[in-house]
């Protein structure tokens, strides 16, 4: 289902096109095949599973950031081309904080370094 990089929005894109590492370097992070990534920050996948009635599925990361790790359960869902939206049970409650949640845009021509 993640194929690419994605921001959370197009103008965030633009920015990654441009300098990636000024982006991440600005604390920024994007979503992978491999997670959510930034420079002190990251979740890795660690079990995926599909949903067999919807289109989207739900993962378990494993989240670190400077001197602790924590798990955290994400549902995705694809929604128009190039979207997935990205939701927690812990940070939905939480609107003044949406942390990894909400909506990811596909960042045509970014790469990883």
Do not use: H
Not at 41 to 50: A, I, L, R, S, T
């Amino acid at each position: 289902m993640i194929k690419g990089v994605y921001a959370r929005s197009p103008e965030q894109c633009a920015e990654a096109k441009k300098d990636f590492d000024g982006f991440i370097g600005n604390g920024e992070t994007v979503l992978t095949a491999r997670g959510i990534e930034g420079i002190e920050y990251n979740c890795e996948f660690v079990d995926w599973k599909k949903a067999t009635r919807s289109i989207g599925a739900v993962a378990t990361m494993l989240c670190e950031e400077p001197g602790y790790a924590y798990p955290e359960v994400y549902a995705f869902m694809p929604r128009a081309e190039g979207e997935i939206e990205v939701s927690s049970p812990l940070t939905s409650a939480a609107s003044d904080n949406p942390g990894n949640a909400g909506v990811y845009y596909l960042c045509e021509g970014v790469k990883m370094p």
